[in-house]
């Protein structure tokens, strides 16, 4: 494996189980790390509240928790179809009063896992978690693909696992579903972590860990659940 660069379509649900409390309305969470989120706010929405560098309180339901915490705008950008994306930057680290506790988010991650239907040419399955996490797979689980965030992690039964990073190139149109919100297709770069780097060996064990967690304490059904999680072994 080594800084291999390919490109793939992907649905994305962007209405999700985070949302964010803040100038009395409630907006939805895009993306969501320890350090930042992105939020996703509407044309009816006053673009100038959200000045780059102004300061905001608010409070970030994720996890099934409502956590109070200070925030920064560190960039705004319009969004495909009006609205915009704006970008913060939590003032203290999330957790870092003790309110989540960071051992147990691979198992909160896994448990909040349920399938979402969408349309794809391969067939594969999806299965949508809080804080972006996705798990697509074909129906015998002998491909599997796990995002978190700007992280993924591919098993194949031939290849093995192999690590990565991700990142969003396009973002396409999108289609409501009543039941999981806005439904949206983006196209991603997938790039192979380099195998070369002394670390990458303990970096990808640590992931795999983080995925086995994960999987265990999901809902995925039988066989596929055990089909995947024999691919880590």
Request: charged letters at 20%; aromatic letters at 6%; glycine letters at 14%.
């Amino acid at each position: 494996m080594g800084n291999e660069t390919e490109r793939r379509r992907f649905p994305r649900v962007i209405l999700g189980h985070e949302h964010f409390r803040a100038n009395g309305r409630l907006y939805a969470v895009l993306d969501l790390s320890v350090s930042g989120m992105a939020l996703r706010i509407s044309d009816t929405d006053d673009f100038g509240t959200w000045a780059v560098g102004r300061r905001l309180q608010g409070t970030l339901g994720v996890l099934g928790k409502h956590v109070s915490l200070g925030v920064v705008v560190r960039n705004v950008a319009s969004a495909p179809g009006g609205g915009g994306i704006v970008g913060l930057q939590f003032e203290d680290p999330l957790g870092t009063g003790g309110q989540i506790d960071h051992s147990q988010w691979p198992e909160l991650w896994g448990a909040q896992l349920r399938p979402i239907p969408h349309t794809a040419a391969s067939g594969e399955l999806w299965f949508h978690g809080g804080a972006g996490v996705d798990v697509f797979f074909n129906a015998d689980a002998r491909l599997v693909l796990i995002l978190m965030g700007d992280r993924f992690i591919r098993l194949t039964e031939k290849g093995g696992a192999e690590t990565g990073s991700t990142k969003r190139t396009v973002r396409g149109g999108g289609s409501v579903d009543r039941d999981n919100g806005v439904i949206q297709w983006e196209e991603r770069e997938l790039t192979a972590d380099s195998s070369s780097r002394p670390e990458a060996v303990t970096q990808t064990a640590a992931q795999l860990a983080v995925a086995k967690r994960l999987l265990l304490s999901s809902k995925i059904p039988e066989p596929a659940r055990g089909g995947m999680l024999s691919l880590l072994r």
